[in-house]
């Protein structure tokens, strides 16, 4: 069974500054998606970015990156800049790309505040 | 386009009551999902569909039902309501084959006392 680990309930990091969230996960799947969630106190799920497992470059979306190592099964995310505006739980999931199988997995999150 | 929406938002039960969460999709996605956010936790997935007529448990399915008769809609059905179901349940859907990504209802906060 594919797990997902987020080894780190909570984090805080200053304003305008950069941040890097944690995740592992196990599989023995080759093909595969892997997200960042992000859930803002609303409570809805916001996909902040998202990584195809076949690609090589590590996927970017304005001041979200990714550093996607696949063989150590590791996917963390870079936030730079921090905005106030990025205070949230952060999720990491999995999904295997097609089949009856293919649901999202996700790691227990972890709570990022912002100092001013 | 409404995406994901589900009903209602909050609700209070009494131990013992049943109750069905509703969930409709306008964007023609084949696989549906109930997951369940515990406080302080990730999600869990209850059950899931790929389709119309087509249903299966996740990780904690164990008090829950479903069906799914149409495409757009997967309600989920909680029989004889325990103070272990108080929890966030979210609703999504997905087109797995285009994008991967689930998008998801804004939740609905259920409390059995």
């Known amino acids: 069974a594919q797990t997902v680990t987020q080894s780190q309930p909570e984090m805080s990091v200053q304003e305008a500054e950069t941040v890097t969230l944690s995740c592992t996960y196990d599989t023995s799947e080759s093909d595969y998606y892997l997200f960042w969630y992000k859930q803002p106190p609303s409570r809805q799920m916001i996909l902040v970015i998202r990584?195809?497992?076949?690609?090589?470059q590590n996927a970017t979306e304005n001041r979200f990156s990714v550093n996607f190592q696949k063989a150590a099964k590791s996917f963390s995310l870079k936030i730079s800049d921090s905005q106030l505006g990025d205070a949230a739980m952060y999720f990491c999931a999995y999904r295997t790309y097609t089949g009856a199988n293919s649901k999202l997995t996700f790691g227990k999150g972890i709570t990022l505040s912002v100092r001013p | 386009n409404a995406g994901v929406t589900q009903t209602p938002k909050f609700r209070i039960l009494k131990i013992g009551q049943s109750m069905t969460l509703q969930c409709t999709q306008d964007m023609n996605h084949n696989y549906m999902y109930w997951y369940r956010q515990d406080p302080g936790m990730g999600l869990k997935l209850i059950y899931y569909s790929v389709g119309a007529g087509i249903t299966d448990k996740g990780e904690v399915p164990n008090g829950y039902n479903v069906s799914r008769s149409t495409t757009e809609d997967f309600p989920l059905r909680l029989e004889l309501a325990a103070p272990s179901q108080t929890s966030v349940y979210f609703c999504?859907?997905?087109?797995?084959?285009?994008?991967?990504?689930?998008?998801f209802g804004e939740g609905s906060r259920l409390t059995v006392l």
């Open positions: 990584q195809e497992a076949y690609k090589q």
């Open positions: 999504a859907s997905s087109y797995p084959e285009v994008t991967g990504e689930l998008f």
